[in-house]
């Protein structure tokens, strides 16, 4: 029997940018860790813009602290009170891509959503998604739907 209060070892990063797909790959991360005893580590990125001069956080630009409201706001939204056990916010400070390929390192699976709130319409793939599922240091699933696993088994 596992204690709740433990922290697994094995991990599966899910990228989490509060977007459709993020939310989808939460539930594919939870299905998945069930199954194969892992924890969860719910990653989201923030960074201040790229710009040169600035010598204080611009207004309405988010922070840390955002991004970690952000985050526990699409986990109530996906999870509600049933939170899956050995979940972990994780709230870094860098561009998503550095953030969620170095979480990678020590990862049994990484989840993303194929594009997030930066991305295009148009595009397949994001560049966030595309770099993961590229340079990652573990099995990468990448969602391409706001489909949930429990929605592909009542379609069959």
């Not at 710009?51 to 706001?73: C, H, K, L, N, R």
Request: proline share 5%; hydrophobic share 40%; net charge negative.
């Amino acid at each position: 029997m596992t204690n709740h209060n433990e922290v697994t070892t094995k991990r599966i990063v899910v990228g989490v940018d509060g977007s459709a797909q993020s939310k989808a790959a939460l539930q594919w991360a939870a299905r998945i860790a069930a199954s194969i005893g892992c924890g969860i580590d719910a990653t989201t990125a923030w960074e201040y813009p790229a710009s040169y001069g600035w010598v204080m956080e611009p207004a309405g630009w988010p922070s840390e602290a955002d991004s970690i409201a952000m985050t526990q706001g699409t986990l109530d939204e996906v999870f509600g009170e049933h939170r899956p056990p050995d979940l972990r916010v994780l709230c870094e400070y860098g561009p998503a891509r550095t953030v969620l390929l170095d979480a990678s390192k020590d990862a049994q699976m990484l989840i993303v959503g194929s594009r997030g709130h930066g991305g295009f319409a148009s595009l397949l793939l994001g560049s966030v998604s595309a770099a993961c599922a590229e340079h990652a240091h573990c099995p990468v699933l990448v969602v391409h739907s706001e489909s949930s696993p429990s929605s592909k088994e009542s379609a069959s």
